[in-house]
Structures are given as C-alpha cells and as structure tokens.
C-alpha cells in the first residue's frame, strides 16, 4: 500500500512536469531528475512492503538514516512538485559532463554497474539509450582495463552523440552504434548478431521508460544475458517497475538484486536483474 501510494504519486508529479511549459528535452530531462530524487521514497516504500523483507541490511539501514533525519511524512503536493520542476529546470545538474560530454547518469548508479562489469568482465555491452554518448564513453574506458577485447553497441532512435563522444579514440575502437529503436525486430536482429558467439554479456536499459516499451525490451534483450550477468533497468519508478514485477514473475531464470540497491539515490529501484541459471 505504501509503495502504491508513492508510485501513484511520482506518476501525479510525471505529469506535472510535463505539463510545464519548459521546453520538451527539459521536460523529459526534469521528469528523470524528478525519479531520481523520488527514488529513496520509492526505496522506503518497498522496503515497508512484506514482500521487501529480505531487502539488503545495508539498505534498510540507509533509509533509517534518512527516516531520522526527514520523518516518513514527505508531503509530495502538486504546488511542491511545481516548484521542485520549476527550481530543476535552472539546477547546475544539467551541466554534468564526463570528458566535456553531457552525461544523464546518477553517479551512484554508474558506480555500481562498473562493479558489475569488473564482476562479470563483459565481451560485450548492450546499452539501449546513447543520447549524447556520455555513458557509453565511460563504460568503453572502464571496459578497457577490465576486458580488453570486450565491446559496446549502443542503442538510439536518434543519432544525438556529441562530436567529442564520436572522436573519442576508446570510442571509435570499442563502440558500435545502432540506429532505431531497441524494440525495432532489425535492430533486436542486429544486437543479437553482435552477442552471437559471446559467453559473458551485459545489457543496460535506459531509452523509453514505459512499461510496454521495457517489457519488449526485457523480451528481446534478456535471452541474450549471460547466467552471473545482468540485465539492468534504469529509472524504474517512471514505469518500468511494472514490466520487471512481471517479467520476474513468468521468468524464473532471473532474480532482482537488491543487494545492488545499496546507494539511497538509486534510479533502478529491483532494476538490477541478475540471471542465475539457463
């Protein structure tokens, strides 16, 4: 009941924001910041529920800190979430670069999925979401020292990679770029040409964050996950939760980490899927 509480809020505040009259890229940008600030309420909510119990101590520790210091009662009305778009849309948050790069990456989040990739030392990453390259540049570098001669295709409708994240020479050797939607059956053709032959593999989820389209995505991507790798979802509480509850639920070769939930700030709230077994 809690979790559905603030899941029917944070989609209340979704569409505030994007109701606002900031340009559209803001709005979807403001909309993730949104996820990414409402993502400990969302990890205190799970955490209450009796199906959380085993949640990571760690965790569970994290949010009794924040409890201590905030109270429970977070009092998400529609004039706060107003002012909260209204003071993101000028936050310096929109100016995070990596190598000059503009980067949409939760730095906690990034910090566990290279623990991730140094854990399972990929031969190749499947990214769904390039935007302007920032993240695929950093994988690409991390890659390097962890598996040489792994590799990254990553995955966009548009081609809106910066020039510095093209030139990038890590990124011209290590890096392929797929245009299309991930979801597009040539494209899903095209990645699983890539992961033909490759006995440890990745995939990362962080394009459209609807529930049919990570569904499709979950369908399409996740028989290419190696067992002990990853499938991992990205800004969960804007509706890809709904699709990993019933991907997880009909597919019993595949767990929710929560133990990588350790960071309170985390947008991949049960968003790391880790494949144990055939």
């Not at 990571?56 to 778009?85: C, Q, S």
């Not at 030139?167 to 991930?182: A, N, Q, Y």
Request: aromatic share 6%; hydrophobic share 40%.
């Amino acid at each position: 009941m809690i979790a559905s509480t603030f899941r029917s809020r944070h989609t209340e505040a979704t569409f505030e924001i994007m109701k606002s009259s900031v340009p559209i890229y803001r709005r979807l940008t403001l909309a993730l910041l949104f996820a990414s600030a409402l993502s400990l309420a969302a990890s205190i909510a799970l955490a209450a529920e009796p199906d959380q119990r085993a949640l990571d101590p760690e965790v569970l520790k994290d949010v009794a800190t924040y409890e201590k210091a905030m109270g429970t009662d977070h009092g998400l009305t529609p004039d706060k979430i107003r002012k909260f778009a209204n003071a993101m849309n000028e936050s310096p948050v929109f100016k995070n670069k990596f190598l000059g790069i503009w980067t949409v990456q939760t730095p906690s989040d990034a910090w566990i999925i290279m623990e991730i990739m140094h854990e399972v030392k990929p031969d190749l990453i499947i990214e769904a979401g390039t935007f302007h390259g920032g993240s695929s540049a950093l994988w690409a570098i991390i890659l390097e020292h962890i598996n040489p001669d792994g590799r990254i295709v990553t995955i966009d409708i548009e081609d809106q990679r910066e020039r510095k994240a093209k030139e990038l020479p890590i990124v011209k050797e290590k890096v392929d770029f797929l245009l299309g939607s991930s979801t597009d059956p040539k494209v899903v053709a095209q990645a699983r040409k890539h992961a033909e032959g490759k006995k440890r593999v990745l995939v990362l989820l962080d394009s459209l964050h609807s529930k049919k389209h990570v569904a499709a995505e979950l369908e399409a991507y996740a028989p290419m996950v190696s067992v002990g790798s990853y499938i991992i979802v990205q800004d969960t509480p804007l509706g890809p939760k709904a699709a990993i509850d019933d991907f997880l639920e009909t597919n019993k070769s595949y767990i929710a980490d929560r133990k990588r939930e350790r960071y309170p700030d985390t947008n991949s709230v049960r968003g790391y899927i880790k494949r144990i077994k055939p």
